[in-house]
């Protein structure tokens, strides 16, 4: 089975940096994706790793370590825009697809 | 424009009446979806089809059905609702399973008195 787990909530600054840590326990590995999800909206995707390594898009950076079970979404720059759930799901084979409960970020001015 | 819809967005009914979600796509996607979405719990996969006429189960199936008739279409059905499929629903679709970007609707929440 899979285990997926991240913090529930967090708080940040606007302006300032924030890592959203997420970490996994699965078996044949096919992917980590982290999704953005405003209140009462669709989530919509952010980014995909499948290799260990940072993926820069904009402002926002994921991390992969493969043999840690870790990944890690970087928000620079905050805005108050930013503020909304984001998720985190693993892919196991080409159609096992699980979502952990979120993080609930908060910025503040 | 470049969508998932689903319909209704909103449904309060009463248990043991069957109704039934849709769910369109325009993108011509292989891959479709529906997720359930519950505080506490994320997103739950309900039922997955990776082309017409080919479904499956994800984790959450029972109380349940689908169909995939058409590429474009991938209802939720509920045979006979109980208060504990009082969800919020999303249907997805990709361009095909192993795509690394889902598309979701807006969503659907059910209230099953």
């Known amino acids: 089975g899979q285990n997926i787990d991240q913090p529930t909530e967090m708080t940040a600054t606007e302006g300032a940096i924030v890592q959203i840590n997420c970490t996994y326990q699965?078996?044949?590995?096919?992917?980590l994706f982290w999704y953005q999800q405003h209140a009462g909206e669709a989530p919509t995707f952010l980014s995909y790793?499948?290799?260990?390594g940072l993926e820069e898009k904009g402002r926002f950076s994921s991390f992969l370590s493969r043999s840690k079970g870790y990944s890690y979404l970087l928000l620079k720059e905050l805005q108050m825009k930013d503020s909304a759930s984001y998720l985190c799901?693993?892919?196991?084979?080409?159609?096992?697809?699980?979502f952990g409960a979120g993080t609930r970020l908060t910025v503040k001015p | 424009e470049a969508q998932v819809t689903q319909n209704p967005r909103y449904l309060i009914t009463v248990t043991g009446k069957k109704l039934t979600v849709t769910c369109s796509q325009n993108?011509?996607?292989?891959?479709m979806s529906w997720y359930r979405q519950d505080p506490g719990l994320g997103l739950r996969q309900i039922y997955y089809?990776?082309?017409?006429?080919?479904?499956d189960k994800g984790d959450v199936p029972e109380g349940y059905k689908v169909s995939r008739k058409e590429k474009r279409n991938f209802p939720l059905i509920l045979e006979s609702p109980s208060p504990n499929q009082t969800s919020l629903y999303f249907c997805?679709?990709?361009?095909?399973?192993?795509?690394?970007?889902?598309?979701f609707g807006p969503g659907t929440r059910l209230t099953v008195l």
């Open positions: 089809s990776m082309n017409v006429e080919v479904t």
């Open positions: 993108m011509n996607h292989e891959y």
């Open positions: 790793n499948v290799l260990d």
């Open positions: 997805a679709s990709s361009l095909s399973s192993g795509s690394y970007e889902q598309f």
């Open positions: 799901a693993v892919r196991a084979g080409h159609n096992d697809m699980r």
């Open positions: 699965t078996s044949g590995f096919n992917g």
